[in-house]
């Protein structure tokens, strides 16, 4: 049966560094569905990235706009290469890449910035000491390719981005009005990397370590019913880690699903309440954020899968041809979830809430 309208939802868009690439395939193709329409968005570092260039897009041309805001982003990112260009503050790597040619100047030069880079998080010095003019090529991109007064007065879209206080490790939640470059910055500021982002005094992190996307804006202040996450940090892992490298690759993927896992669950326990209490618990009277749950239909666009043989590593990569592959298969993986799930979306929901937190079998707190 066709809509007369499309059909309001959410999306809840992970961070993972240069695998957010991977997410602006997903956000092309799903733009490409006029019977979708994206009602609301929460974004933690390179998912606040895509949430600002869609908004931003979406203001200035409607779908076509927010697709050419989003590959205007990725296609910068790419051009400047933003790891590769700090290293000039530790010594003298980019000016021998300058000298290989073509595509494989790119590749070789990506290649050797994740080792650098490795190598550099390992050793015992701080942004503050090896990167003291807090250089971060991504603001420069931001504000060329981003305009953050469409963001800030975008009415086609909600936006919700997310950072970590620093000083007392909560989440922040910065709402549409107050969205700016150095809010999208302070969502991306890994610290092994970055000095810390202040915004009116307060120092703030990656909001990865506190909400990797957060979904309780979306389920508390948007309409849409169907919540859509875009996962990029592997969940499930075929083998145990053994070697160091690998074994803090895992840590970090843990690390930065564990908000998330933890929002999850608390969503299920909280319909299982529901379920308890039957009709009672969305009683007018009663909390309108139960009401709101009990309607939630959660689905998933799971890159883990497309992105788990890459290794963490390659969050640090971002030469155009990689880019580019990381956009081929998010595209790829959205066509194919549609495929299978468009018709469940505003029916049902198609992520298994109580299976993916193991709450099978626990119905309360």
């Not at 909600?158 to 009005?177: E, K, N, P, S, W």
Request: proline share 5%; net charge neutral; hydrophobic share 45%.
């Amino acid at each position: 049966m066709s809509r007369t309208k499309p059909l309001p939802i959410d999306l809840a868009l992970q961070g993972g560094g240069a695998h957010g690439a991977f997410t602006w395939g997903v956000l092309d193709r799903l733009l490409q569905d006029e019977t979708l329409e994206i009602a609301a968005i929460s974004g933690t570092s390179a998912g606040a990235m895509n949430a600002v260039a869609l908004a931003a897009g979406l203001m200035e041309g409607g779908r076509e706009g927010a697709r050419k805001t989003l590959r205007a982003f990725w296609t910068q990112v790419g051009a400047q290469s933003p790891f590769a260009l700090l290293q000039p503050a530790m010594g003298g790597f980019s000016a021998w890449t300058a000298r290989l040619p073509g595509v494989q100047a790119w590749q070789q030069a990506s290649q050797e910035s994740m080792r650098w880079w490795s190598k550099a998080i390992g050793q015992p010095f701080s942004p503050y000491q090896f990167n003291p003019l807090d250089l971060n090529p991504l603001r420069s991109i931001l504000e060329r390719t981003v305009d953050f007064e469409r963001v800030r007065a975008c009415t086609k879209t909600q936006l919700f981005i997310a950072a970590t206080h620093v000083r007392t490790g909560a989440l922040r939640v910065f709402r549409q009005h107050e969205l700016s470059a150095e809010v999208a910055l302070a969502s991306a500021c890994l610290p092994t990397l970055f000095q810390a982002v202040e915004i009116d005094g307060e120092a703030y992190w990656d909001g990865g370590y506190a909400g990797n996307p957060s979904l309780m804006p979306l389920i508390s202040e948007s309409p849409a019913d169907d919540l859509l996450l875009v996962q990029i940090n592997p969940m499930l892992r075929s083998q145990v880690p053994q070697q160091v490298a690998d074994i803090m690759d895992r840590v970090g993927e843990i690390t930065f699903n564990a908000s998330l896992l933890k929002e999850l669950r608390t969503v299920q326990l909280l319909k299982n309440l529901i379920e308890q209490d039957g009709p009672a618990a969305t009683h007018p009277g009663r909390d309108p954020l139960m009401a709101r749950i009990a309607a939630l239909r959660t689905h998933r666009i799971d890159g883990g899968a497309a992105l788990v043989e890459l290794g963490a590593a390659s969050k640090l990569r971002t030469d155009p041809p990689f880019l580019l592959d990381l956009y081929a298969r998010g595209h790829s993986v959205a066509d194919a979830w549609l495929q299978a799930h468009r018709a469940d979306m505003g029916q049902r929901a198609t992520l298994d809430l109580r299976r993916e937190c193991g709450l099978v079998g626990c119905d309360s707190l």
